[in-house]
């Protein structure tokens, strides 16, 4: 069965950092690329940063800068280092695993809460 374990997550104050990791487990076909997600009440989920198989990276205008995606192909776990967090940045992060074929997997979700 296809598992993706997050963990990391936490309540932080302003300024801090956190870093999330993601390990797939279960997963029958080439992992492509791996991305942390994020969504808040009201809104749609958005990407926040992703690595591809060959190494490229995205992110987000918001988060440009301050976080840094990271992969272990090995082990199939990808991390997001999250430095300088603020308020904003407050939401359900969400941790996605492309495969061939474009198929998504995703977590259950983990908290981030940024407090003033």
């Known amino acids: 069965q296809v598992q993706l374990v997050e963990s990391g997550g936490g309540l932080v104050q302003a300024g801090g950092s956190l870093r999330l990791s993601c390990a797939a487990s279960g997963i029958s076909f080439d992992i492509t690329a791996m991305a942390w997600y994020r969504q808040t009440p009201g809104n749609q989920r958005e990407l926040a940063a992703a690595?591809?198989?060959?190494?490229?990276?995205n992110y987000a205008d918001s988060v440009k800068g301050r976080f840094t995606i990271s992969r272990d192909a090995a082990k199939n776990t990808v991390y997001l280092q999250m430095n300088n967090l603020k308020p904003e940045d407050t939401a359900v992060y969400y941790c996605n695993c492309k495969v061939v074929g474009s198929y998504k997997y995703w977590g259950q979700g983990t908290q981030v809460t940024v407090s003033s």
């Open positions: 690595i591809t198989s060959g190494g490229s990276t």
